[in-house]
């Protein structure tokens, strides 16, 4: 898989050592660590608003620091190339400059420079209970405390490498609403759609798109109960609408585990799994990972 790992099982290594069983075990061992360390499959490129952008950085013998708009971005490494993989915002400019800076070994430090690409997205218009469009002074106080927990949740950033950035889709059904839409509710305009929806009936179960760590379970005006999956280095998956969390804050998941049930809990038409995904604090087409 990677060039750490050929040197390791090549066979004038393995002849080298072939009187030596504990240097053959540690050898897997080693290669069971560099594995663990590195994401194989990368999201599909795509410098524009809501997209993704990857950055090849090179070879680097220790991991290099990325940031990007002041915020920490994942970075893999692939064989022995170092990629960041950028989060573009839905609010970025066609023609804007995407300024990645990169930092290596504490002394190197360069910027990588893409601009936004065009990207055009649709317009919707939805009737919902209006108390969801024009909000009462106690709901509007209950969202501004619940977006300040959502906000925080959405900025986790830890070390741990995501095991891959492919994505499955995280239930059966029929996709209702697509990623970065204009929404209109009742008639009035609202910030545009930050995932992909699916509809399914009530009570149809939902899994995890990818392995990783239970970070937030909630249950907040606007997004109904909800679920935020960490994978690792701000990549992030979350599932709105549920009606039942089958699972709790700190269970570690796969992409096999149930963790809960479509509902209609929240700002919604009908019953459907609203599915997100956030790279260093931005929500990104969910497309670009399935
Ligand atoms: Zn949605």
Redo the contacts with the bound molecule.
């Keep these: 898989m990677t060039k750490k790992i050929f040197t390791l099982n090549s066979p004038s290594y393995v002849l080298r050592i072939k009187n030596s069983i504990f240097c053959v075990v540690m050898g897997a061992v080693l290669c069971l660590i560099c594995l663990a360390g590195e994401a194989r499959e990368l999201p599909a490129h795509k410098p524009a608003a809501g997209g993704v952008a990857i950055f090849d950085l090179g070879p680097y013998a220790t991991e290099p620091t990325v940031l990007y708009q002041g915020n920490a971005v994942a970075t893999v490494k692939i064989d022995d190339h170092w990629f960041a993989v950028v989060g573009i915002p839905l609010s970025a400019e066609v023609g804007a400059e995407i300024v990645v800076v990169v930092k290596v070994d504490d002394w190197i430090s360069f910027s990588y420079v893409e601009r936004v690409l065009e990207n055009s997205y649709g317009e919707e218009k939805l009737e919902v209970a209006s108390k969801h469009v024009t909000l009462s002074p106690s709901n509007l106080e209950r969202h501004q405390t619940e977006k300040t927990r959502i906000d925080s949740v959405k900025r986790t950033f830890t070390d741990k490498k995501p095991i891959s950035f492919k994505l499955r889709i995280p239930v059966e059904g029929r996709a209702s609403?697509t990623f970065g839409y204009r929404r209109i509710y009742n008639g009035e305009s609202r910030s545009p759609?930050s995932?992909m929806?699916i509809a399914a009936p009530k009570g149809t179960a939902v899994f995890a798109a990818g392995p990783g760590l239970i970070v937030d379970v909630g249950e907040y005006f606007f997004s109904g109960k909800m679920i935020t999956i960490d994978h690792g280095s701000g990549f992030l998956t979350l599932y709105a609408h549920l009606s039942d969390a089958d699972i709790s804050i700190g269970d570690i998941v796969s992409h096999t585990s149930l963790i809960g049930r479509v509902g209609a809990s929240g700002r919604v038409t009908g019953p459907h799994l609203?599915f997100g995904v956030l790279l260093n604090g931005v929500s990104v087409n969910p497309d670009l990972f399935l």
């Design positions: 609403s759609h995932g929806d609203h």
